[in-house]
């Protein structure tokens, strides 16, 4: 059995982080608007240029990427306490059908709460699926009464 590991990932392993996600909407019986490829080329170049936003981890087991997730860093409003503020956002948490139901979900939110514990971020949400929501429970998450949530109705042309 190779090792597993969990860890930012390499320039040359984005491309497969696109897979991931083009095999997620896939799963999800969705129908992508471009084609693979150039879906991947465009993706690797969003990550790119959102290091700064978007900070995504990997899983392996050996060399191969087997699940990822995402931190989005945003920044909150100074008040008189902190002038310096940063929230983050838990995104893209996605494991390989076949590595499902081995805790990799948790290594990879594990691995994503340390990094926000060390850019010291203020607070970390999550929008889960049903079926996830045990894993953030068990890394801390809770329901919060005041955290709301409003769907932006998407512009007509």
Sequence with gaps: MEQLTVRPPEEEELPALAELRWEWIREK?????????EFRTEFVR?????????RPMVLLRGREVIGMAWLALLPRVPTPHSVERWAGDVQCVY?????????????????????AEELGLVRVTVH???????VYQRHGFS????LLQADVPTPTS
């Design 29 to 37: 019986g969705e129908t992508p608007a471009i084609d693979r490829d």
């Design 46 to 54: 969003w990550t790119l240029r959102n290091t700064a936003s978007h």
């Design 95 to 115: 494991v390989v059908p076949q590595e499902r139901n081995r805790g990799h979900g948790g290594r990879l939110v594990t691995a994503v709460l340390r990094l």
């Design 128 to 134: 889960s699926s049903d079926r996830a929501i045990p």
């Design 143 to 146: 329901a919060r009464p005041r």
